[in-house]
């Protein structure tokens, strides 16, 4: 079992920057994979960032180039930097750990708001 707990969110302006936090429960040398992903009302869930335990990265279309996904091992966590933050990116934003022991199994976090407002 792995418990992911995320931190950062909040409200911030169009065009401005925020980060994010993961904690997870054990280290995250056990974890593949592990990912951000975001749900705003009336929408389907959508892949913001992932990483893989050997630091290779992917983002989404609506974020590339803006964002910057991490994994610090040391510390359990896993980090998502925004820039040039857009009201669409307004969403409950989603930690997943993807751990692999004969077969795979996912883990979400509770979620954080992000609010993109003026």
């Known amino acids: 079992q792995v418990q992911l707990v995320e931190s950062g969110g909040g409200l911030v302006q169009p065009g401005g920057s925020l980060g994010l936090s993961c904690t997870a429960s054990k280290s995250i040398g056990s974890i593949y994979i592990m990912g951000w992903y975001r749900q705003a009302p009336g929408k389907q869930r959508e892949l913001v960032a992932t990483i893989t335990i050997d630091g290779r990265a992917n983002y989404g279309d609506s974020v590339k180039g803006r964002s910057t996904i991490s994994r610090e091992r040391a510390q359990n966590t896993m980090y998502l930097q925004m820039n040039s933050l857009k009201p669409d990116d307004t969403a409950v934003y989603l930690c997943?750990?993807?751990?692999?022991?004969?077969?795979?199994?996912?883990?979400w976090g509770q979620g954080t708001q992000v609010t993109v407002s003026s």
């Open positions: 997943n750990g993807r751990t692999f022991d004969g077969s795979w199994r996912d883990y």
